[in-house]
Structures are given as C-alpha cells and as structure tokens.
C-alpha cells in the first residue's frame, strides 16, 4: 500500500490518496486502513490492465471490535459505495469511479475491502481511496 499525503497547511493534510494495488491469486477481504482521525471519503478509483471474468469489490466501514474484514454489512459494517459493489471487469485501461453512497469515517473506524465473483484473469490492477480530513 502505497500513502501519498496531499495538500495542507504544513502540519495537517487535507488531503490524502491511498493506493491499493490489487493481485488476483491474492484476492481476499482485507482491511485497508484505520481511521486516525476523521476522514470524508471524497472518491474512489479502479484501474486494471486485464479485466476479470466477473470480479466486483466492496468497500465497508468497520465500527466495532471483532468484525473481520470479510464481515457482511449490518449494523456495524457499513457499505460505502451505491451499489455496494463495484466491477473489476470493466474495459481494461480505463478508469473506473464507482459512487460513493456513504463517506463519513470516524477516527478508529476501519476501511476494509471485499472481493466476490470470478477474478480469474485480472491483472494490472489498482483501487485508490481519496480521502479529506473531516
């Protein structure tokens, strides 16, 4: 994972990227980040060379203890994009911006990301969270 700090007053960013790159044979839920402060999730980003044959992604929000990253959403585990789910097999080299349905983070929060369908064949691939600080 790759943090790229944006724009700022000098002592705190505004803004921040945070890119993901994305291995099909390592395609399993995973937690992003955690909040350390409070954060507006102001847009996402796909990217991949090679498209899947059905693949989508999710992202949620974990609000409490003891939920693993691969936790179905619910009370506690909020999805963040309309939909809920997102494509991996759109047209390759083109970038993909699914909306983002809901964007308030909460310091201590945790971002985490889902995979589902068939990602066999995806390749080149990268998912990037832009974030503002709250």
Do not use: W
Request: with cysteine; net charge neutral.
């Amino acid at each position: 994972m790759a943090l790229f700090r944006g724009e700022g007053d000098g002592s705190i960013p505004r803004r921040e990227v945070i890119s993901l790159p994305i291995f099909a044979a390592a395609s399993a839920a995973q937690y992003v980040f955690v909040a350390d402060r409070a954060y507006t999730l102001t847009g996402v980003r796909e990217l991949h060379g090679t498209a899947s044959t059905s693949g989508t992604f999710a992202l949620r929000k974990i609000q409490v203890d003891g939920q693993a990253p691969s936790a179905a959403a619910g009370a506690n585990v909020i999805e963040l994009l309309a939909g809920t789910t997102a494509s991996l097999a759109g047209t390759a080299n083109t970038v993909q911006t699914p909306t983002v349905a809901v964007s308030s983070i909460s310091k201590g929060d945790r971002v985490a990301i889902n995979f589902g369908g068939t990602m066999t064949n995806l390749a080149l691939c990268m998912i990037q969270l832009e974030l503002e600080v709250a």
